[in-house]
């Protein structure tokens, strides 16, 4: 089992910035692929990021390429995402996620609040 605990979210104006920060706890970090999703209110839960085990390798959705930094410090056993110029459509609930390569995510966290205010 792997524990996974997001914190960092709030209210923020847009243009503003944030970082989620997401712990994990139970296995060895450096073996799972990590990724955030969001899920905003009526919506489906969408992908926003996600990064490989070392860290070489990392995706973004389209509509936060660019804005968007995923990282992880897996001495910390620690992911990031680091959101800049936010924008009202931004506001959702944000989960980190842990699969191992080839899986698929299999393990959540419990979810962070960001809201953006226009």
């Known amino acids: 089992q792997v524990q996974l605990v997001e914190s960092g979210g709030g209210l923020v104006q847009a243009g503003g910035s944030l970082r989620l920060s997401c712990a994990a706890s139970g296995r060895t970090f450096s073996n799972y692929v990590m990724g955030w999703f969001r899920q905003a209110p009526g919506k489906e839960r969408e992908f926003v990021a996600s990064i490989n085990r070392s860290g070489g390798s990392i995706s973004y959705a389209g509509s936060v390429k660019g804005r968007f930094t995923i990282a992880r410090d897996n001495a910390k056993n620690t992911v990031y995402l680091q959101m800049n110029s936010l924008k009202p459509e931004d506001t959702a609930v944000y989960y980190c996620?842990?699969?191992?390569?080839?899986?698929?995510?299999?393990?959540w966290g419990q979810g962070t609040q960001v809201t953006v205010s226009s």
């Open positions: 996620a842990a699969k191992l390569p080839g899986d698929s995510y299999n393990y």
